[in-house]
């Protein structure tokens, strides 16, 4: 028999990595999008590109039961917290901070998914997955701090760049983020991770196009790049159709609180995005705020002794 029968199911667990893999590399790459295209401009023009690369994804299965009214009303709070908050909510965050701040950020992801999971779906929550959400609260206040210390090394131009509205903003969107993932572990069980994406990247559309046609009006689109337009088709696709796709099919096996085990790769991969190709420096401040927080993922989602049993 296959580990998905047996054991643990890897391929379930391989499908929220790279979910969360593709976010985090996307949160970081945004950051160059914001700077050309105002942020409900380039929410629309994502949410606009993934419609139509998932139109044959809204038809209902042969064995999916129709939609009832709470249904209807679980995927506009799908789309709206996890595609319009949060997507708001991170890219005025990154374009006020920095994708290693987000990265750092993010990192609460899994003790806050876990938080939610007990309230909303009744999971029990150990006293170290407690002790993980005092370490990730403890390093969203050093990236804070390290707002002070922009402001002493760079001046005041460097320090806006850790604007402690950016950092609210960053804050909002992990809540978002983790109400996403409790969500989506209720629908997971009632329709299929496709039409999940589809439905919700069609509020999200529904949600943005007043503002983002009103920016619209007042943009010029010629003075857009060929590179750029690719960069922003790789941002939809990954943002609305492919992390959705992915993450929907691996929360189907895999319990939500267990599931943010997966949103380690987020800032992980934030945080090397901004490195690696934004040339972003990373401060002793930030290092022990990465730290800390990544300690707090380490406690909040280091697997059980029964971890290795079969999920149902």
């Not at 985090?24 to 139509?52: C, D, E, M, Q």
């Not at 707002?147 to 002493?152: E, I, T, W």
């Not at 850790?162 to 983790?178: D, K, M, P, R, T």
């Not at 919700?200 to 983002?212: E, K, R, Y």
Request: include cysteine; proline fraction near 3%; charged fraction near 10%.
């Amino acid at each position: 028999m296959s580990s998905l029968q047996t054991g643990l199911p890897w391929l379930a667990y391989l499908c929220l990595s790279a979910s969360m893999t593709l976010v985090g590399s996307y949160v970081g790459l945004s950051k160059l999008l914001v700077t050309i295209f105002p942020v409900f401009l380039l929410a629309w023009l994502r949410f606009g590109i993934a419609a139509v690369a998932m139109a044959s994804w809204t038809r209902r299965g042969a064995d999916e039961a129709p939609l009832t009214r709470h249904d209807k009303g679980m995927l506009f709070l799908e789309s709206f917290l996890g595609n319009f908050l949060f997507s708001i909510c991170m890219l005025f965050g990154v374009a006020l901070s920095s994708a290693l701040a987000a990265g750092v950020i993010m990192a609460a992801l899994p003790g806050v998914t876990a938080l939610l999971s007990r309230i909303v779906l009744k999971e029990q929550i150990k006293k170290r997955v407690w002790a993980g959400i005092a370490c990730a609260v403890g390093g969203i206040a050093l990236v804070t701090l390290s707002k002070q210390s922009a402001v002493v090394e760079g001046g005041v131009e460097n320090a806006g760049s850790y604007s402690v509205l950016g950092i609210a903003l960053l804050i909002g969107a992990v809540f978002c983020e983790a109400s996403y993932v409790v969500i989506g572990k209720k629908l997971s069980g009632k329709l299929s991770p496709k039409r999940i994406s589809a439905l919700i990247n069609l509020w999200g559309l529904l949600l943005v196009t007043p503002f983002g046609v009103w920016q619209a009006l007042r943009f010029d689109f010629g003075t857009v790049q060929p590179e750029i337009w690719g960069l922003l088709l790789f941002y939809a696709l990954a943002a609305s159709m492919w992390t959705v796709w992915l993450w929907m099919t691996g929360l189907k096996r895999v319990p939500a609180a267990q599931a943010g085990v997966f949103t380690v790769m987020l800032p992980i991969s934030a945080a090397m995005v901004g490195v690696v190709f934004l040339g972003e420096q990373v401060s002793s401040v930030q290092a022990a705020a990465f730290g800390l927080a990544l300690a707090g993922v380490v406690l909040a989602t280091w697997p059980s002794k029964s971890s290795g049993q079969v999920l149902h």
